[in-house]
């Protein structure tokens, strides 16, 4: 295969899924993951695609966002370490905001503390911790399709009538200047929201997320601790906030 058809092959598959790992574009051109590399090197020169941890992804504006099916596919691994890693932090009899999001999903089977009481705005997290025994309390509101989280009016004023030991947000940027960040608005008031009445705040992403912004912002670095997985991104954006004293913490 040439390379321009090799590229094509890989624009293809992405138009198709928006995302897609190393190990499925080596499959689908038949090439090795060193020539793969290299052609995802000249198609990130070209901005015609998003060079991702483990693979790559189109370009999206910055108010998209990928549904709840295509979250589910991507950064598996890493999101069940980052969940393990956020759910350490649940203290016995703690009251918690859990926000809506494949990330913050993960905590819930990893939670071994007792007594605790989990208030969300996301229909996959009410399932996952009604299953698991937890005490459940549910935002209104308006239920968005993609991200399947309840926004709008009444979700803020429900909000508003709780107060957390702590709260676990989502994220689809993190960035030295920007902070985080979200493509909805309406999704953003309710993280900062959940942020503001919290004791502690944590703010889960994969290293894809790393250096980048999305439409919406809703707390600046030093508002929330990260929780991410170690990787080479992680590496180069630690490097990056050597000389940068507003952030708070970055948790491993």
Known sequence: MLTYERQEAILKLLEQQKIAKLSELTSATGASESTIRRDLSELEKQNRIKRIH???????????????????????????QIGRLAAGRIADGDSVFIDAGTSTEAMISHIQSKDVTIVTNGLNIIEASIRAGFRTYVLGGYVKSGTHAFVGRAAVEAMKQYRFD?????????DLEFG??????????????????AQQAFVLADASKLNQTSFSRFAELQEAELITEETDSLEKFLHQLMDYTRVKAVRL
């Open 166 to 174: 702590k709260a676990f947000i989502g994220t689809n940027g993190v």
């Open 54 to 80: 483990g693979g790559a992804s189109l370009p999206s504006r910055k108010s998209e966002e990928p549904d709840m099916q295509t979250k589910r596919q991507v950064f598996t691994k890493a999101k069940d």
């Open 180 to 197: 985080y960040s979200t493509p909805d608005p309406e999704e953003a008031n309710i993280k900062q929201l959940a942020i503001r009445e």
